[in-house]
């Protein structure tokens, strides 16, 4: 069966520190791979995404992430953490117009 | 200028009534998706249309029907509301599946 999951309900982290957010996920298919963030009350915005070619993606705002095909994961991380990062985040696998999402993780960061 | 739009923002209505939410999307994508947020957060899509076709309905209680009259326009009609259909939906759009999704702002539905 398809499925994410992102082990990690809630994260906090001090303004300032390095942050990794993990993603496993379960797919028939080589997966096209997705990280999205929401503010409260707002949509979600792609962070990055991979499909092919290397396996280290850059996105906005200083994230990147890493696919490894034999962990089926794809964690999202950044060097230092901003207050403005305090969200929540979705990892999502899927294509061909169907997409599953994880069940997400909020960052809380620290002053 | 407005990506992805949702009106009305927030829904309050009786159980049984019958309502609709309306999607627009101005980045001339070929395909749009509504998806549901439970409140704990958890994202499930319902349905996708590309090109005003029907190509995902993830075993949707047929209640819902969703419209699209052109391919700008993605509308989700509900009828006989259920306490369980509170929950914020969401309407996305895409250009050549698979690809970024641009959500809309949401619409919080509460079915008292």
């Known amino acids: 069966a398809q499925s994410v999951t992102q082990p990690d309900i809630h994260i906090t982290v001090s303004e300032g520190a390095s942050l990794e957010l993990r993603c496993n996920y379960s797919?028939?298919?080589?997966?096209?791979l997705f990280w999205y963030v929401q503010s409260p009350g707002q949509g979600l915005q792609l962070l990055l995404k991979?499909?092919?070619?290397?396996?280290l993606v850059q996105g906005i705002k200083g994230f990147e992430a890493e696919f490894k095909r034999s962990q089926s994961s794809f964690n999202l991380r950044k060097p230092s953490v901003h207050w403005s990062d305090a969200a929540e985040y979705f990892c999502a696998v899927g294509g061909v117009y169907k997409y599953i999402f994880g069940t997400g993780t909020r960052l809380k960061v620290l002053a | 200028d407005t990506a992805v739009s949702q009106t009305p923002k927030y829904l309050v209505t009786q159980m049984g009534n019958d309502k609709s939410i309306k999607c627009e999307q101005n980045l001339g994508h070929d395909t749009m998706y509504w998806y549901k947020q439970d409140s704990k957060k958890f994202l499930k899509i319902m349905f996708s249309?590309?090109?005003?076709?029907?190509?995902i309905n993830e075993t949707v209680p047929n209640r819902f029907s969703p419209k699209s009259p052109d391919k700008a326009h993605l509308n989700l009609h509900i009828n006989s509301l259920e306490l369980g259909d509170s929950a914020v939906y969401f309407c996305a759009s895409s250009y050549r599946d698979p690809n970024e999704q641009f959500f809309g702002p949401g619409t919080r539905l509460t079915v008292l």
């Open positions: 249309y590309n090109n005003k076709e029907l190509i």
């Open positions: 991979y499909f092919s070619g290397d396996t």
């Open positions: 797919y028939g298919a080589t997966p096209y």
